[in-house]
């Protein structure tokens, strides 16, 4: 099983390197966001590459685990991201910030990848 999970995270990264995957997966991590009541602004620039939006998408993580903790509970619950890899990241990543920044970007891809897949078939 893990190593189930293991290749689709890197087939999702792999992904990234197509502009419109790219481009529907930032678009699913805006549209969880404001399922939550947040609304994210990105500049052009952000969405140039999966590490820029990371590091956009962990600044915004960040002031939110300051200002209101309880809507990424919210959030982790509505993209089904696991509570314990939620913990882990809370209690051992250097900057959990950016490691929830990169779960939620890996799930929104998976999302987006499933759709695309199962699109195509129909």
Do not use: C
């Not at 952000?46 to 809507?71: N, S, W």
């Amino acid at each position: 099983m893990r190593n189930l999970q293991d290749l689709n995270k890197k087939e999702i990264i792999k992904r990234f390197a197509e502009e419109s995957f790219a481009s529907a997966t930032f678009e699913q991590v805006k549209n969880d966001f404001l399922k939550v009541g947040i609304e994210i602004q990105f500049k052009d620039e952000h969405y140039v590459t999966k590490e820029a939006f990371t590091q956009q998408l962990g600044g915004e993580i960040d002031a939110i685990m300051r200002e209101a903790p309880h809507i990424l509970t919210q959030l982790f619950y509505l993209v089904d991201l696991p509570e314990n890899q939620v913990d882990i990241m809370l209690s051992e990543a250097n900057n959990p910030a950016l490691e929830l920044a990169d779960a939620l970007l890996i799930r929104a891809g998976q999302k987006v990848y499933f759709k695309q897949k199962y699109k195509l078939k129909h």
